[in-house]
């Protein structure tokens, strides 16, 4: 069975539980808006990568599913609140839970559903040790993400943002995140400690690689936003783009592109998001970004070859889905 029906297996899996730790039609005012949420789509990669990575390594999916769950519940309470922290009106096509719920309504979800998470991995079928164990895991992930939001948030315009200060912030934003799957479904099935710190390394360049992706998306396809381009332009966010042009640009370049990421969002024109994008490829930021998270998948597979369990093919089709994903 290849990876991407093994997503779609466990992903309806998993969307069977959402409905039984948070059902759907409460009265509760928390019910109808993280169903709103849910109902916009979603794959459900980040809690099948946790169950085939345990499969693979010889445990027993049942144990792992539910720190699975709560890995997608503890990712759409990101979601909620990352498009309060900045300003998205869209999500999949749809409106966010803040625009048609209220900001207090989406934040309070948002809290409502990493008690959930919690009580899902409290619910694991293990030993105490391995639930301890994917207790840390969860709270250092929770943990790590939430640092990197507070780096991304503030890095917004930065005079002296660089690609370095950004490749410190992915890590944490996204490395730990897309690790912590695998490396929950690693100690589930009981596998050395050598394993699980080599799954933590290989989160941290297919994580960030994985984000410098998305930022160019956002200036090509958009990130189905109704088909919105340059929305991190919009918001101001220091994306991997934004970060080598102020490492190259002129001052008078580097203080326009600064001016423009510092306007609010609904004062930012279609010209200024031209204009963005324009310097990018006057400075060739965007053919940069491409190498830099080619790259990065490279390193990926290098760390791949030195996990030490005899069978990698697991790692190795986790990290082509993922290139693939980026492509």
């Not at 039609?25 to 928390?30: A, C, E, M, T, V």
């Not at 803040?98 to 293990?126: Q, R, T």
């Not at 969860?138 to 690609?163: C, H, M, P, W």
């Not at 930021?285 to 990926?300: F, G, R, W």
């Amino acid at each position: 069975m290849g990876i991407e029906e093994s997503i779609k297996i466990y992903g309806a899996k998993i969307d069977e539980l959402l409905k039984e730790i948070i059902p759907p039609h409460r009265n509760d005012y928390l019910s109808e808006p993280i169903w709103h949420h849910l109902h916009t789509g979603g794959k459900r990669v980040r809690p099948a990568i946790c169950l085939i990575t345990c499969e693979a390594l010889g445990g027993n999916t049942n144990e792992a599913i539910h720190f699975a769950l709560a890995i997608e519940i503890m990712h759409n309470m990101f979601l909620m609140h990352d498009d309060i922290e900045d300003g998205d009106t869209i999500r999949r096509d749809q409106p966010t839970v803040w625009v048609k719920f209220g900001i207090a309504n989406a934040i309070n979800a948002g809290d409502y559903l990493l008690a959930c998470a919690y009580k899902s991995v409290l619910a694991s079928p293990v030993s105490l040790e391995k639930k301890m164990h994917l207790l840390q895991i969860f709270t250092l992930t929770y943990e790590k993400t939430v640092e990197g939001q507070a780096l991304d948030i503030n890095a917004r315009a930065a005079e002296d943002f660089s690609v370095d200060k950004y490749m410190a912030m992915v890590e944490l934003k996204t490395g730990y995140y897309l690790a912590c799957g695998m490396v929950g479904g690693a100690v589930v099935s009981g596998i050395s400690e050598k394993v699980v710190e080599k799954i933590w390394t290989l989160g941290k360049t297919m994580g960030p690689a994985f984000q410098i992706r998305d930022d160019l998306i956002d200036l090509t396809h958009g990130k189905g936003r109704g088909g919105v381009i340059g929305s991190d332009v919009k918001e101001g966010k220091a994306s991997f783009l934004y970060s080598y042009a102020l490492q190259v640009a002129s001052a008078d370049d580097k203080k326009h592109l600064r001016d423009i990421m510092l306007k609010p969002r609904d004062e930012t024109t279609d010209n200024d998001i031209k204009w963005v994008l324009e310097i990018y490829k006057k400075y060739n930021a965007i053919k940069y970004a491409q190498n830099y998270a080619e790259d990065l998948v490279k390193q990926a597979y290098k760390t791949i070859d030195e996990i030490p369990v005899e069978d990698k093919t697991v790692f190795k089709e986790i990290a082509s889905f993922m290139a693939k994903r980026m492509s």
